[in-house]
């Protein structure tokens, strides 16, 4: 049989529908035999000998059963899921499915909560033929890339947090770590967001910067801050102690940069920093 006519578990196939029943209509599974798309799934108007679209996984009785709908992610997709359910077995997830998915509490990076979120990645478990998810990222995804450019614009999902920053989802393909100082806004696992490239090591492992490297430093971000107080009437009330989301709101920036950019001005005699702000060395 060959690759095109096998049925793939966790991914949507092209079946051909060969019987109607009143339990809903019965796909040709090839090797896997008849799937039945349950009743509620049945598209207007179909009939034996039409071809339909359908996510095939397994039931709570781990039959194969196939669905219209679409899941959260399919097999060799990483998503962000919530916890469903934790009993003996392991975490269930939900996916969008009737039947959660399972997290063995083998493939846990850290003890699952009901309620909270977490990015799992989706594969065959090839000795129970399960569709089953596992936060163990790194099993599964390269941590290095050698298609990416420093200053290249990414697609970036965060997954988790640790001592050194987030570690993220890059373009769906790979894994790499956004630093804490390069992180102005705050951030939790699940959330998607535009990145960058900011360096490419020797051994591929890439770290990512959330502003084009490069952009809002130097004297360009002087001038703008500059800028910003002359507007504000010759004082700002914003300094090396705000909020790194304020600064990025201000100057699209992180506050290493703005940090950076408030001591050249400073030594420069081009402002002041006091306790309430800053203001130009003039006033």
């Known amino acids: ?3 095109s006519t096998r049925v793939a578990l966790g ?3 092209r079946l051909q529908v060969v019987k109607d029943s009143a339990y809903g209509l019965f796909l040709d599974g090839y090797e896997q035999g008849e799937i039945l798309l349950p009743k509620r799934y049945r598209p207007e108007n179909c009939q034996p000998g039409d071809w339909l679209e359908v996510f095939i996984y397994a039931d709570s009785e ?3 059963i196939a669905t219209t709908d679409t899941p959260k992610a399919m097999v060799g997709e990483v998503a962000s899921l919530r916890v469903a359910a934790v009993n003996d077995v392991g975490t ?4 969008g499915l009737p039947k959660d998915i399972l997290v063995p509490f083998s493939e846990q990076a850290e003890r699952m909560q009901e309620g ?4 799992v990645y989706l594969y065959v478990d090839r000795h129970r033929d399960l569709i089953v998810a596992s936060s163990k990222l790194s099993k599964f995804l390269p941590e290095h890339s050698s298609q990416h450019k420093a200053g290249q614009a990414v697609e970036l999902l965060v997954c988790g947090k640790s001592d050194l920053g987030f570690k993220c989802l890059v373009d769906r393909s790979f894994l ?9 806004q705050p951030l939790d696992p699940g959330r998607t967001l ?3 490239i900011k360096h490419v090591r020797d051994d591929g492992r890439v770290d990512l910067c959330l502003s084009p490297p490069g952009a809002a430093t130097g004297g360009g971000l002087e001038e703008q801050i500059l800028q910003y107080v002359k507007d504000q009437g010759g004082s700002a009330a914003i300094g090396d102690k705000s909020p790194p989301d304020e600064i990025y709101k201000l100057f699209h920036t992180s506050k290493k940069n703005f940090k950076r950019a408030l001591s050249k001005l400073y030594k420069h005699k081009k402002i002041t920093i006091g306790g309430d702000g800053i203001r130009l060395a003039e006033h």
């Open 116 to 119: 909270f979120s977490y990015c």
């Open 1 to 3: 049989m060959t690759e």
């Open 176 to 184: 790499a770590l956004l630093h804490h100082g390069d992180v102005f």
């Open 62 to 64: 781990d039959r194969l």
């Open 92 to 95: 269930f997830l939900d996916w």
């Open 11 to 13: 991914r949507i196939n």
């Open 194 to 196: 535009d990145g960058y």
